[in-house]
């Protein structure tokens, strides 16, 4: 069981998600079981723990909160991944483009909220796996770096 903290429009919620099978999601928000389907199926994945620093939120213009979610751990060849489901709104990284770490590489609409995705390392982009309007799953590879 995985749990997630939300803070959303100042009132925070604790999110239990309890199972997935297919497009149905079980979870308990702040205790009250939900049933979700999703638009997509959704692929069961090994959890796997690591230590990482904690996503920076800031204000945006709207009163729309962007959060900036880690991407994937760093090594040579680092695959940067999507942190949950979601959708392209941008992609700011093309093949061949020099890149720092911490430096956004796509924006990412999840939850209906805009996630900064950066890249961990420095390097060079090697692949840019999405499109402006792609639809992605949680671990899906958006952009690799080498």
């Known amino acids: ?16 998600i309890n199972e997935v099978e297919g497009q149905e999601i079980n979870l308990d928000v702040n205790g009250t079981p939900y049933k979700v389907t999703v638009d997509k199926e959704l692929k069961q994945k090994q959890v796997v723990m ?20 880690p991407a994937a751990t760093a090594s040579k060849g680092s695959k940067v991944t999507t942190p949950l489901p979601g959708t392209i709104l941008d992609v700011f990284v093309n093949v061949g483009d020099k890149v720092k770490a911490g430096q956004t590489v ?11 995705i950066e890249a961990d390392v420095e390097g060079t982009v090697t692949e840019v796996k ?14 690799v770096i080498g």
């Open 130 to 143: 999405v499109r402006k309007g792609d639809s992605v799953l949680e671990g899906d590879v958006m952009v």
């Open 1 to 16: 069981m995985k749990n997630f903290k939300f803070k959303i429009n100042g009132t925070e919620y604790s999110v239990d």
């Open 106 to 116: 796509v924006l990412l609409e999840a939850m209906k909220m805009e996630n900064n």
């Open 50 to 69: 690591t230590t990482r620093t904690a996503p920076r939120v800031s204000a945006a213009p709207g009163g729309a909160v962007q959060t900036s979610a």
